[in-house]
Structures are given as C-alpha cells and as structure tokens.
Nanobody
C-alpha cells in the first residue's frame, strides 16, 4: 500500500480558496488512482473527487463541480485539491485516498485501500 500524508487545510471565509496537498510515499504512485473524500460532523464520509493514474480522467461530486479541481504530479508523488468559491457547507475533514488503478473508481470510501490522516477545512460565513 501507498502511505499518504495530506495537508493544506485551514480556516477561510466563504468565497475564499484553499489548496489541499497529498504526499505519497513509494515509487509506484502512478499505479494508483487518487481521490479526495470529506466528512462533516455527524455525517458519513462522502466522495469529493478522483483522478485517474495518468491524470486524464477526473470525477467530481455534483456539489463541487466548477469550484474544485483535482490534479496530480506523478513525478513528485503528489495529488492536489484546489478549492475555490468555498461555502460553509464545505466545512469538513478532508481525506486523501488511493486505490490501485486496475480497480474500478468508486465513490464509496469502502472501496479505497489507502488513506491520509485528514486535514480540517473550516469555511466561515
């Protein structure tokens, strides 16, 4: 499995931006699909975005389309989530996730094999 460390969360006003980063260990980063999930207090963990191993294909949950952008740099073993036009309802702990690229891309957290420790994003109104 790949080891993940996510960072970049913080407190931001509504309408602001943040960029989350996910650093992966190992030499096989390009063998993994990368994703971001989030979990708000009292709610289940939900899918936010995913990116294929090559970066060619990206997927988003409807509520973040047009505001969030997922990307990756395979040379640096990094994945990113650029979040613009943030809303208070985006407040959550955000988790980076990875899964072998041969597996179907799933919006269920149960399908993903590796997780970061989470980074808190708080959007004030």
């Amino acid at each position: 499995q790949v080891q993940l460390v996510d960072s970049g969360g913080g407190l931001v006003q509504a309408g602001g931006s943040l960029r989350l980063s996910c650093a992966a260990s190992g030499r096989t980063f390009s063998r993994y699909t990368m994703g971001w999930f989030r979990q708000a207090p009292g709610k289940e963990r939900e899918f936010v975005a995913a990116i294929s191993w090559s970066g060619t294909n990206t997927y988003y949950t409807d509520s973040v389309k047009g505001r969030f952008t997922i990307s990756r740099d395979n040379a640096k073993n990094m994945a990113y989530l650029q979040m613009n036009s943030l809303k208070p309802e985006d407040t959550a702990v955000y988790y980076c996730a990875a899964d072998p690229r041969d597996n179907p891309i799933s919006n269920s957290g149960r399908a993903w094999s590796s997780w970061g420790q989470g980074t808190q994003v708080t959007v004030s109104s």
